[in-house]
């Protein structure tokens, strides 16, 4: 079965350093989100991406953050300088249609020391 | 702002017996889904419910959806180990178009 896949699994960073998180969709699939959970707490939405623009993105997604989808395959997030409290599981999301559900890949956790 | 809200948020139940978890949401919306979430992996989608009366079961779970008064059910059925995670519901703020909001979760150990 399709999977949405993310690298890297775990990434440790030194705050104010730049972080790429990267995510490959399911191939077929049209809608793109990046969601994030600190943890032992909620699921968190950051940004849903459409036909190559963000749709929409949460008062979490501040000037620091930007998505990416270079290449046609690849669905990036980017923290320009990051913070303690950016620490969290970050997954990305992918579906092919508003009424079908999301399908999150196996996260990133963001280690921010 | 759509809230939503799960109970109970911790769950301790004996093998064999069933019990209900509840979803309440606080705006309109015409989608609602249902998550299992073990320990330190993905989020696994259970049930999508799009309209009112909306019921779905898989094995020992059934979900269900009441647009009118806003709440979804997750009933567990003769619970077994294996069903012991932390479960999601979340619902689409039809405002908003894309963008889930999820609820705090319950966390289900079968015992």
């Known amino acids: 079965e399709p999977e949405v896949t993310q690298t890297p699994s775990h990434q440790v960073t030194q705050m104010g350093q730049e972080v790429i998180l990267r995510c490959v969709p399911i191939?077929?699939?049209?809608?793109f989100y990046w969601y994030r959970q600190i943890l032992g707490q909620k699921v968190e939405f950051l940004v849903s991406?459409?036909?190559?623009?963000?749709?929409?993105k949460s008062e979490i997604f501040d000037d620091q953050f930007s998505v990416e989808r270079p290449d046609g395959s690849n669905f990036t997030l980017k923290i320009r300088s990051t913070k303690l409290e950016d620490s969290a599981m970050y997954f990305c999301?992918?579906?092919?249609?508003?009424?079908?559900?999301?399908?999150f890949g196996n996260g990133t956790r963001l280690t921010v020391t | 702002e759509l809230k939503v809200e799960q109970n109970p948020l911790f769950l301790s139940m004996q093998e064999g017996k069933n019990y209900t978890i509840y979803c309440n949401y606080s705006?309109?919306?015409?989608?609602l889904y249902w998550y299992r979430q073990d320990p330190g992996k993905s989020l696994e989608s259970l049930f999508v419910l799009l309209s009112n009366g909306a019921v779905k079961q898989e094995g020992r779970l059934m979900a269900s959806l009441d647009t009118k008064a806003r709440l979804s059910t997750l009933h567990i059925t003769a619970a077994v180990h294996d069903l012991s995670a932390t479960y999601f519901c979340?619902?689409?703020?039809?405002?908003?178009?894309?963008?889930?909001?999820f609820g705090k979760g319950t966390s289900l150990l079968v015992t």
């Open positions: 991406f459409y036909n190559n623009e963000i749709s929409e």
């Open positions: 999301a992918s579906t092919g249609g508003r009424y079908s559900p999301l399908h």
């Open positions: 979340a619902v689409d703020d039809s405002n908003s178009g894309y963008a889930l909001n």
């Open positions: 191939s077929n699939h049209l809608y």
């Open positions: 705006t309109t919306s015409d989608r």
